[in-house]
T-cell receptor, first 114, second 117 residues
C-alpha cells in the first residue's frame, strides 16, 4: 500500500510568494496532521483534521498559514505571503481514529524561503 | 500539559556496542500512548513502536527493545549490537487526547545517535 504522499519534496521560493504544500492520506485513514520541523523548535503540530473537519489549529503560527481538506484523502497547507522564517521541513501524517492509532508520516517537504 | 524529555541530545558509539536512549514523559491522562520514531539522514520519520499505558510488558523486536515503566514515567529504547545503519535521530512521543476522537502527538527534542564503524 502507498504511504502518505507529499509534494513537492523541495520548494525554494522568494519572500512574499505564495507556497502550497500538498498531502495525500493513506487510503482508509481519516485523521490528518500537519507538522513543522526546525532546528530551534523541533517537531511541532500546526493543525489537525478529523473526518475533513479542522479540530485543532492552535499551532498555526499566524494568519499567513491556512490549511484545507477539500476531500477525505487530500490536504493542502498554504503560506501567503511566505517569509524566510517559514523555512523548515513540513510533514503531514495520517492515522485512523479511534484513539491511539499510529500516525504515519509522509517524506516531508523542505521549504526554503529566500 | 503533556511533556516528553529526551535528555540525551547526542550519543556516539562504536559498532556492536549496546546503546540505550532515554525518554521520560509527563501526563495527567490515565490512558495514553507512547511512540518511538526514527529519522535517518534521509529525513523521513519512520514509526518504530506504539505502547499503551496499560501494557507495561517490555517488547523486543530483533535488535530493538523497549522498557516501559509507569512508576518512573519512562519509556527507554535499547539497541543491541548497534550497526552503522542505526545512525539517526530518534524521537519519543506521547499522545494527548484531543477533541474529535483522535490524538495529538507531543514529541521530545530527539536524540541523535551516531554509530561509528
Amino acid at each position: 500500500d502507498a504511504g502518505v504522499i507529499q509534494s513537492p519534496r523541495h520548494e525554494v521560493t522568494e519572500m512574499g510568494q505564495e507556497v502550497t504544500l500538498r498531502c495525500k492520506l493513506i487510503s482508509g485513514h481519516n485523521s490528518l496532521f500537519w507538522y513543522r520541523q526546525t532546528m530551534m523548535r523541533g517537531l511541532e503540530l500546526l493543525i489537525y483534521f478529523n473526518n475533513n473537519v479542522p479540530i485543532d489549529d492552535s499551532g498555526m503560527p499566524e494568519d499567513r498559514f491556512s490549511a484545507k481538506m477539500p476531500n477525505a484523502s487530500f490536504s493542502t497547507l498554504k503560506i501567503q505571503p511566505s517569509e524566510p522564517r517559514d523555512s523548515a521541513v513540513y510533514f503531514c501524517a495520517s492515522s485512523f481514529s479511534p484513539e491511539g492509532d499510529t500516525q504515519y508520516f509522509g517524506p516531508g517537504t523542505r521549504l526554503t524561503v529566500l | 500539559a503533556q511533556k516528553v524529555t529526551q535528555a540525551q541530545t547526542e550519543i556516539s558509539v562504536v559498532e556492536k556496542e549496546d546503546v540505550t536512549l532515554d525518554c521520560v514523559y509527563e501526563t495527567r491522562d490515565t490512558t495514553y500512548y507512547l511512540f518511538w520514531y526514527k529519522q535517518p539522514p534521509s529525513g523521513e520519520l519512520v514509526f518504530l513502536i506504539r505502547r499503551n499505558s496499560f501494557d507495561e510488558q517490555n517488547e523486543i523486536s530483533g535488535r530493538y527493545s523497549w522498557n516501559f515503566q509507569k512508576s518512573t514515567s519512562s519509556f527507554n529504547f535499547t539497541i543491541t549490537a548497534s550497526q552503522v545503519v542505526d545512525s539517526a535521530v530518534y524521537f519519543c512521543a506521547l499522545s494527548e487526547a484531543v477533541q474529535g476522537g483522535s490524538e495529538k502527538l507531543v514529541f521530545g527534542k530527539g536524540t541523535k545517535l551516531t554509530v561509528n564503524p
